[in-house]
């Protein structure tokens, strides 16, 4: 575990900027800026200080004395409001807004810090993280030193999804992914389906790569043998499926098995009496010609609530007594059978 990193002294910041220690206590915690005893060049001066000095607030420190804001900060690491986004995003931001109404704090949604190369940087120097009491963070991948970082200061978050980036025991509430998969397999290959296709994006997120061990392990185990395709030989399917007896595709997702769909239509292969489909994700609201999509419900606005609960748990306890708490949660997705995987013959 890295080292805890070492608190700027208030003391250290008066000296910067030329003030008392109180004048420096009451910048840090006149929550409004409304206190007129405090000059805006001599605020501006601390606050110029605390920044050179990268200050780092004692969470513990300013419960304890009855300083809590009540408000969660919400930080995702990919661009979360884009068409693109909002079906994964969109009910995990809906269940966060109604678990805060329910407990009567506020959301600090983080935007300052902009996204470069794919990404954002939680401790970007316009992440204004430090106005909250915890956060709760949303990605498909994180960066393990921000993490680290986190969780060396002691700073109450919740991360939504597995994390494995690192060896620190980040706090998560996680979908289990592995059980449905399983269970939808089994579903296939009681059906009847023996050689099947599974085509991924590649990605190295850790429910990418629970989905695709479950999938290695039907195949290994003998259930129902796979080839992994990766999304950029879609147009191959037909070929693929023709040269190994596949009667079954699982896609990652729902976006992605309709672009399976549309490569199988194209070649004049009818979807699913010759080929069937699944979603190894969500599928409300996904059909295919007027069928149900066979694949998951994901339990996402359950998951944001859990998220907010635990934050709020890691916030009211006293950190030395973290490790004692169940901070790494799983809820598990619900299979929807769907009306895209057909039972095959024996003939077939």
């Given at each position: ?53 990268t200050y780092v607030a004692d969470p513990a420190a ?187 595709i699982l896609a990652e997702d729902a976006f992605l ?39 998951f419900h994901v339990p996402r606005e359950q998951l ?45």
């Amino acid at each position: 575990m890295a080292p805890k990193p070492r608190r700027v002294t208030q003391r250290e910041i008066a000296e910067l900027a030329g003030v008392s220690q109180t004048t420096v206590s009451v910048v840090l915690n006149d929550r409004d800026g409304t206190n007129v005893r405090i000059p805006d060049a001599t605020r501006a001066r601390v606050k110029q200080a605390i920044e050179k000095l990268t200050y780092v607030a004692d969470p513990a420190a300013r419960r304890l004395a009855g300083l809590d804001n009540e408000i969660i900060g919400v930080f995702t690491y990919e661009a979360a409001l884009s068409p693109e986004s909002m079906d994964f995003y969109g009910p995990l931001l809906n269940g966060i807004e109604r678990a805060a109404e329910r407990i009567g704090w506020d959301l600090l949604f983080f935007t300052s810090s902009p996204v470069e190369e794919g990404t954002r940087s939680l401790f970007h120097r316009k992440t204004r993280l430090r106005l909250t009491d915890g956060c709760v963070l949303l990605g498909q991948q994180m960066v393990a030193s921000e993490l680290e970082r986190l969780v060396a200061e002691q700073f109450p978050f919740v991360a939504i999804g597995r994390r494995d980036e690192t060896a620190a025991a980040v706090p998560y509430v996680a979908i289990d992914y592995v059980t449905p998969t399983t269970a939808l397999i089994d579903q296939a290959a009681a059906a009847g389906h023996q050689q099947a296709l599974y085509v991924h994006r590649g990605r190295d997120s850790p429910t990418a790569r629970d989905r695709r061990g479950a999938v290695e392990a039907a195949s290994a185990d003998g259930r129902l043998a796979f080839l992994l395709v990766g999304e950029e030989r879609i147009a191959e399917l037909p070929r693929l499926a023709r040269a190994t007896g596949a009667t079954l595709i699982l896609a990652e997702d729902a976006f992605l098995t309709e672009d399976v769909v549309h490569a199988l239509t194209a070649a004049e292969v009818a979807v699913p009496e010759e080929i069937s489909v699944a979603a190894l994700g969500e599928v409300r609201g996904h059909r295919i010609d007027g069928r149900r999509l066979a694949g998951f419900h994901v339990p996402r606005e359950q998951l944001a609530a859990e998220a907010l609960e635990l934050l709020q748990l890691l916030i009211t306890t006293d950190p030395q007594e973290w490790p004692g708490l169940d901070t790494q949660r799983f809820l598990v997705a619900d299979v929807e059978p769907g009306d895209t995987i057909v039972a095959r013959t024996a003939e077939a």
